[in-house]
């Protein structure tokens, strides 16, 4: 089966770093999707990894270690309108779909 | 910046009615999806198209449920009879390419679904 685990929650200030982590168990990993997804809104693109190592893309990085089987989102510069929920999402090789995490969900307080 | 739509943005029915939900993708992708996600909890893969033909579908896509492709724009979800249970937010997305080749999937805003 699929396992993905990341935190429910986390609060965070305005201009800070947050670091969201997202551990998995997946059979025919290929890589990750970082998604967002503002309350009652669609998921957007964040981010993907193949590879090990750092992804940065503006104010959003994101990082994959496939032999540890963890990823991590980091957002930088912390805006109010980060408020959101923060999807991990692994592909897998021989499949299609998307399979989510139950997401974190991220406050920004100022 | 091409975006996939859907309609209606909330369907109230009754329980037992079918409902047809609709998606156009964006026009050069290949893969379409359909997602749903009920209140609180997380998003939920029900199947997907490539070649007008179903390539995979979860343990939800029972026979109640079809795709259908009418034409060269349009994709869509039936439930053929509705359960209180499929009350949901159901998602349309799209890709250029399969999503284990690593093709992001753009997703639509969204249909709500309310069953009564």
């Known amino acids: 089966g699929q396992n993905i685990d990341q935190p429910t929650e986390m609060t965070a200030t305005e201009g800070a770093i947050v670091q969201i982590n997202c551990t998995y168990q997946?059979?025919?990993?290929?890589?990750l999707f970082w998604y967002q997804q503002h309350a009652g809104e669609a998921p957007t693109f964040l981010s993907y990894?193949?590879?090990?190592g750092l992804e940065e893309k503006g104010r959003f990085s994101s990082f994959l270690s496939r032999s540890k089987g963890y990823s991590y989102l980091l957002l930088k510069e912390l805006q109010m309108k980060d408020s959101a929920s923060y999807l991990c999402?692994?592909?897998?090789?021989?499949?299609?779909?998307?399979?989510f995490g139950t997401g974190t969900r991220l406050q920004v307080f100022p | 910046e091409p975006e996939v739509t859907q309609t209606p943005s909330h369907q109230v029915t009754q329980m037992g009615q079918e409902v047809i939900l609709r998606c156009v993708p964006i026009?050069?992708?290949?893969?379409f999806y359909w997602y749903r996600q009920i209140l609180g909890q997380k998003v939920e893969f029900l199947v997907s198209?490539?070649?007008?033909?179903?390539?995979?579908k979860s343990e939800i896509f029972d026979d109640q449920f079809s795709v259908e492709r009418p034409d060269g724009s349009n994709f869509t979800l039936k439930i053929r009879s509705t359960k209180l249970e499929d009350s949901a937010m159901y998602f349309c997305?799209?890709?250029?390419?399969?999503?284990?080749?690593?093709?992001?999937?753009?997703f639509g805003p969204g249909t709500r679904l309310t069953v009564t």
């Open positions: 997305a799209s890709s250029e390419d399969g999503g284990g080749s690593g093709y992001e999937q753009y």
């Open positions: 997946t059979s025919g990993f290929n890589g």
């Open positions: 990894n193949v590879l090990d």
């Open positions: 999402a692994p592909f897998l090789y021989n499949t299609d779909k998307l399979i």
């Open positions: 026009s050069n992708h290949l893969y």
């Open positions: 198209f490539y070649n007008n033909e179903i390539s995979e």
